[in-house]
Nanobody, 113 residues
Framework: QVQLVESGGGLVQPGGSLRLSCAESGLPFSEAIITWHRQDLGKAREWIAT???????IYDTSVKGRFTTSRDDAKNTVYLQLNNLKPEDTAVYYC???????WGQGTQVTVSS
């Protein structure tokens, strides 16, 4: 059974940074396609980035150039680095494994002064 455990959210001022972690178990990490999503109150969940085995990535235009996803194969963990955060980035952030359709529990990111 695939499991994803997220951590790293919090409260940050505009312009600040956070790093989210998504630790995967139950699937060979070399096969895990991890996508990142976010959902703000009253809005639909939206895709923001994908990390493929081997390191290829793709981003939504709303976060491209500010967010970066990376993988640590030794730790079975995918990271999402959030830089130059804006109030509109406030949301619950989720990681998702595409093959097993497994979701992490979500972590709250709040950008406010």
């Amino acid at each position: 059974q695939v499991q994803l455990v997220e951590s790293g959210g919090g409260l940050v001022q505009p312009g600040g940074s956070l790093r989210l972690s998504c630790a995967e178990s139950g699937l060979p990490f070399s096969e895990a396609i991890i996508t990142w999503h976010r959902q703000d109150l009253g809005k639909a969940r939206e895709w923001i980035a994908t990390s493929w085995p081997g390191g290829a990535t793709i981003y939504d235009t709303s976060v491209k150039g500010r967010f970066t996803t990376s993988r640590d194969d030794a730790k079975n963990t995918v990271y999402l680095q959030l830089n130059n955060l804006k109030p509109e980035d406030t949301a619950v952030y989720y990681c998702h494994e595409a093959g097993s359709m497994t979701w992490g529990q979500g972590t709250q990111v709040t950008v406010s002064s």
